[in-house]
């Protein structure tokens, strides 16, 4: 699988229970793709390997959530809501989130009216 990583515009962490998961978003599909810090991911990998894929020790897709649930809040986006979540690759997740009408937004500031 071929990643589009074009239009993700930066990379940014989020405090969880003591981790710091890396965030990328995807502004324009409205997506948030969480993954645990690199040094996480590759112990966890290499158990995981070591072990014939027997055990996973990495972080399930209910911590991830969390993490992307966080970022939204921290970004003023409390009122955006998550609408579905998988597994891109190990340990990589990808969340997509629906915010209010963007017109709502604009009309109160004024940005996008004709006159």
Known sequence: M???VTSITDVRHVELDGQAYRIMENSEKHTITTTPPLGTAFKGGLINGLALG??????????HYKAARKYL???DRAECSIKSGFLVVEPRYRFL???????????ATGIGRQS
């Open 2 to 4: 071929v990643e589009d």
């Open 54 to 63: 027997m055990a996973n020790v990495l972080t399930g897709k209910a911590q």
């Open 97 to 107: 989130y629906v915010c209010p009408q963007e017109e709502e937004k604009s009309g």
């Open 73 to 75: 809040d921290e970004t």
